[in-house]
């Protein structure tokens, strides 16, 4: 870094640099600084006790227990899709990465009207799934389907650039020296695309706990049961009472301090990795 | 660097029982739900497709969603521009902190996001500010979900510039908005379109962080309308909309990369 930038003024400079921090204080820094405020205005007390009923205790477990489910999910299809992707022969590349990528075109809500207009009692996968009696729509299956759908492309494209990065010489080199597939994937190629999965991996976690659109639409939203930590943000928002208040706000801060430690691992990834990742979207 | 298509020898974790787990896993995760909802939009025929989307809620729907969404990332690539600057070129103390911040919005549930901004800006606002159910506030909700996009297109750009260009346009006499709008800015177009072409794509669909903030007549933006049609048990029309709205949002960014692409070619 060169000692001084010359080429703007030192006016100018500081213009800029108020402007920036002024709009990230508005937009960012100060409406979360008062949520924490909110939060623990009365106390540690009211917020523990707003974030330990049984209905944010119940909300906690189901979101966990879907991520849980999505997270390996996705974490396995996309380390398989990646070595597909840049290691065959594939038709229509662009078409099956654009395909890929499509949760990310969609909004939250489309992808749950896809899940109910595909798993519904009576159309195309639901059928099969309600003649073995389960139900997936306004249960948990949809929600870990809608889930799994949102957070798809995320390990993919983290891997995908690692890949192309690491090339073939060392994956060649173990064939040649007699190795079976299996054991260059776990003892080459894994170890060498590790940070990629590890960044996708948390990108995928962030979003599969913070997912509320989807899920919301394919969720019974039956308080204590059906409702994920998003679900029941938006369900004590709703109601008056300064009770509802804190449950809003503690549940919120809860998911806030997940967030923010989302961010920190990225960014401490980020540097441990050689900080390959520009974008991540 | 070019990469020779490899023979079976090396790649053999994606043999063809990988490739068809990855498909089926695929299909039945994304494909066949998509395929749903395109054949969903058409459940009553082109005629009942068209009957819904221009109806005249369904326009008005339309029209503010790509309405909000241009004003903002108009203020995103303004603004977005203008945070990677001072990130890059500019030293301040805690500025690694408000770098690692601007990720914040994208880990951030959008429910959160929405509370967040209600408790400073919607009623009981402590700064007398209440934007609650207003045009205003669902902009201001965008902008904050949208935030990374421009910043984190534009930033690598701007390190990756050579700053002797500027430092000559300086010495040569040119004043810092000239040095701006004649050596850094054309280099930063293609980034900028980039970011703002995510954002708009982000901004078309975004459902999380306005459910709390919009919702009345006129800030009823297309997601919202999805989400009331869906509850009033009118999945193909809720189809419709949503197709429409994954239309709008593929055409803007193939727009836009066409617009890149001749950016580029007339950028030298």
Redesign the interface.
């Known amino acids: ?2 000692a001084d ?5 030192r006016a ?2 500081v213009g ?2 108020t ?3 002024v ?2 204080f508005v ?6 600084g ?2 924490f405020y ?1 939060a623990f205005e009365n106390g540690f007390g009211p917020f523990w006790e707003a974030v330990t009923t049984d209905a944010a205790l119940n909300a906690l477990k189901l979101t966990i227990i879907i991520t849980v489910i999505a997270v390996p ?1 996705n974490a396995v ?1 996309g380390v ?2 990646a ?2 992707l ?4 594939v038709p229509a590349r662009p078409l099956v990465s654009a ?2 990528d ?9 992808v ?8 519904g009692p009576d ?3 639901g059928r099969f799934a309600s003649d073995a009696g389960i139900q997936v729509i306004f249960a948990l299956p949809g929600m870990v ?1 809608a889930t ?2 949102v957070c ?1 492309p995320f390990v993919v494209r983290e891997v995908v650039p690692v890949l ?1 990065e690491v ?2 010489e060392q ?2 080199a173990a ?1 040649t020296l007699g190795a ?3 054991q ?2 776990w003892r080459i ?1 894994l170890p060498a695309i590790r940070w990629g999965v590890i960044y996708g991996v948390v ?1 995928t976690t ?1 979003r599969a ?5 989807a899920v ?2 394919v969720s019974s939203r039956v308080s204590g049961q059906s409702e994920t930590l ?1 679900l029941f ?2 369900q004590q ?1 709703d109601q008056l009472g300064d009770e509802a208040q804190i449950g ?2 503690g549940a ?1 801060v809860v ?2 301090v997940l ?2 430690s ?3 691992l ?2 401490l990834l980020n540097r441990t990795g050689g900080g390959s990742h ?4 | 660097m070019p990469r020779v298509a490899l023979p079976d020898r090396a790649g053999r974790f994606g043999a063809p029982l990988g490739i068809g787990v990855a498909v089926i896993y695929m299909s039945i995760i994304v494909l066949i739900p998509f395929a749903a909802l395109i054949q969903g939009s058409f459940d009553n025929g082109l005629d009942g497709f068209w009957t819904t989307i221009t109806n005249e809620r369904a326009l008005t729907s339309l029209k503010l969603t790509v309405g909000v969404s241009l004003v903002v990332v108009a203020i995103n690539a303004v603004m977005g521009t203008v945070i990677a600057w001072v990130l890059v070129r500019d030293r301040f103390p805690g500025k690694a902190v408000v770098n690692a911040l601007i990720d914040l919005p994208f880990a951030l549930p959008t429910i959160v996001a929405g509370v967040t901004l209600l408790a400073i800006y919607g009623p009981g606002s402590p700064v007398g500010v209440n934007l609650a159910f207003t045009r205003a506030g669902v902009c201001v909700a965008l902008l904050l979900v949208t935030l990374p996009f421009v910043v984190r297109a534009v930033q690598p750009v701007l390190i990756e510039m050579d700053q002797e260009m500027e430092e000559a346009a300086a010495s040569l006499g040119a004043t810092p908005l000239v040095t701006f709008r004649r050596i850094i800015l054309p280099n930063l177009v293609p980034a900028i379109l980039g970011g703002v072409g995510l954002a708009f794509a982000r901004a078309l669909g975004e459902f999380g962080s306005l459910v709390l903030i919009a919702g009345t007549l006129d800030t009823k933006v297309s997601s919202l309308y999805i989400i009331e049609l869906i509850e009033g048990d009118k999945p193909g029309s809720a189809a419709a909309i949503s197709v429409t709205l994954l239309a709008i949002s593929l055409a803007s960014l193939l727009l836009l990369s066409a617009a890149e692409r001749w950016g580029s070619r007339h950028a030298r």
């Open positions: 870094m060169p930038p010359p080429a703007v003024s100018s400079r800029l640099r402007v920036a921090l709009y990230l937009l960012l820094m100060a409406p979360l008062l949520v909110r999910l299809f398989m899709a070595l597909i840049v290691r065959r022969r395909l890929i499509l949760p990310l075109a969609l909004s939250p809500v489309v749950g009207l896809c899940i109910i207009l595909v798993w159309d195309w996968l389907l799994v759908f798809l192309r090339g073939t994956e060649e064939t079976t597939g299996p260059t994937f190629t990108l962030a706990l913070g997912e509320y659109g919301a639409v998003t943000v938006k928002y809003a706000y919120s998911l806030l967030a923010i989302v961010v920190l990225m960014n520009g974008d991540h979207r």
